[in-house]
């Protein structure tokens, strides 16, 4: 059993960088997958990142070369920093814990958190 939760999200300028942080509670977060996830108004939610517990990442193509996904398994902690955020970017970001190694299935993510928002807007 594993408690996720999610902050950083806000509203931010399009160009404007944000770093969300997912803290996850247990003893099992260094053998654990986090993925990031997101949902847009009207439409499904959607990986974009994960991180394994040996620092494996995985970037979906929209996020690539913007995102950047790290982790700290002695704080039991993840962050997703975001670069060059486009109002296309809106969303409500998902923090998930995955007990597979390499995935971005939602359902291979037992765990997940209550997400946090994030605007991009002038």
């Known amino acids: 059993q594993a408690q996720v939760v999610e902050s950083g999200g806000g509203l931010m300028q399009p160009g404007g960088s944000l770093t969300l942080s997912c803290a996850v509670s247990?003893?099992?977060?260094?053998?654990?997958?986090i993925g990031w996830f997101r949902q847009a108004p009207g439409k499904g939610r959607e990986g974009i990142s994960y991180i394994t517990y040996d620092d494996h990442t995985f970037y979906e193509d929209s996020v690539k070369g913007r995102f950047t996904i790290s982790r700290d398994n002695a704080k039991n902690m993840a962050w997703l920093q975001m670069n060059s955020l486009t109002p296309e970017d809106t969303a409500l970001y998902y923090c998930?814990?995955?007990?597979?190694?390499?995935?971005?299935?939602?359902?291979?993510?037992?765990?997940w958190g209550q997400g946090t928002q994030v605007t991009v807007s002038s």
């Open positions: 247990g003893d099992s977060f260094n053998y654990v997958t």
């Open positions: 998930a814990v995955s007990g597979h190694y390499t995935t971005m299935a939602l359902d291979e993510y037992e765990w």
